[in-house]
């Protein structure tokens, strides 16, 4: 569904991926990890064309999108969740789930609500009067409404309680089960490893390591090296 191949990009001077690859088969569950500063969200920017490689391939579905504008690459069905959220903080739940909506596939609202019932009551409900939780379960809920073919979650948990981090990663597994392709970031290695299909570690802006994550840990070494755990 996704291959990425060989990509370098750079902001301004600062060359920050070297050679990247990866691939994400329809369905997949796909981990980018790495320390703080590795190349995590710069890949992803890239993959959404937010940071257009100066060298290298993405394609999606058999398409060629490098250097293709960010709002075509989501209308050609990569959906992101950005790290932050990036909710709009003065319009309610409801604006929020129906600004970016496109009607072009399963998802409506009432499938959104039923995959999170916590934010159905709280429909009218200012962006700006949210939890964190709450939030990235909007920030998530707002992305599947543009039914994508393939789901991008940047720092999926980040800064959440961990009973929401509970829901979060019960929404990713309930997503799995429905066949949606994903690929995610977030520093929990051990629950990213319940879910995921293959691991790409990141350690300057290089894949240092790939593999499945009971392959991962079996490997120590690569844990202790580039994961510090
Ligand atoms: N807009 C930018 N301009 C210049 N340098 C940047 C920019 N964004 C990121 N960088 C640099 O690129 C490198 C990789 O950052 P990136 O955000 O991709 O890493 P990451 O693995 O996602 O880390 P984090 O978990 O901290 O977000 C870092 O050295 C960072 O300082």
């Not at 058999?62 to 959220?85: D, M």
């Not at 609202?109 to 159905?120: G, M, N, S």
């Not at 570690?201 to 009971?214: A, C």
Request: aromatic share 4%; net charge positive; glycine share 10%.
């Amino acid at each position: 569904m996704l291959r990425v191949d060989h990509i370098e990009t750079a902001y301004g001077a600062s060359q920050v991926l070297f050679d990247v690859s990866l691939r994400i088969e329809e369905g997949e569950v796909v981990t980018l990890l790495g320390r703080n500063g590795m190349g995590k969200t710069t890949t992803v920017n890239t993959i959404v064309g937010v940071a257009p490689p100066l060298r290298g391939s993405v394609v999606f579905e058999g398409i060629p999108i490098a250097g293709t504008p960010p709002h075509r690459i989501a209308r050609a069905g990569i959906g992101l969740v950005p790290e932050g959220r990036q909710i709009f903080p003065n319009l309610s739940v409801r604006e929020n789930l129906v600004a970016t909506a496109n009607g072009r596939g399963a998802w409506n609202l009432d499938a959104v609500f039923e995959l999170f019932p916590a934010l159905a009551p709280l429909q009218s409900r200012s962006g700006n009067l949210l939890s964190g939780g709450e939030q990235q379960m909007l920030a998530i809920a707002r992305t599947l409404l543009t039914n994508p073919r393939l789901l991008i979650l940047d720092e999926a948990t980040e800064g959440l309680a961990p009973r929401l981090r509970g829901e979060i990663w019960r929404c990713l597994r309930a997503l799995k089960a429905r066949g949606q392709s994903i690929l995610v970031i977030d520093k929990d290695v051990a629950a990213l490893g319940r879910i995921a299909d293959r691991h790409y570690v990141l350690e300057k802006g290089r894949v240092v390591w790939s593999g499945s994550p009971q392959a991962l840990a079996a490997e120590p070494e690569v844990c202790r090296q580039y994961l510090g755990i």
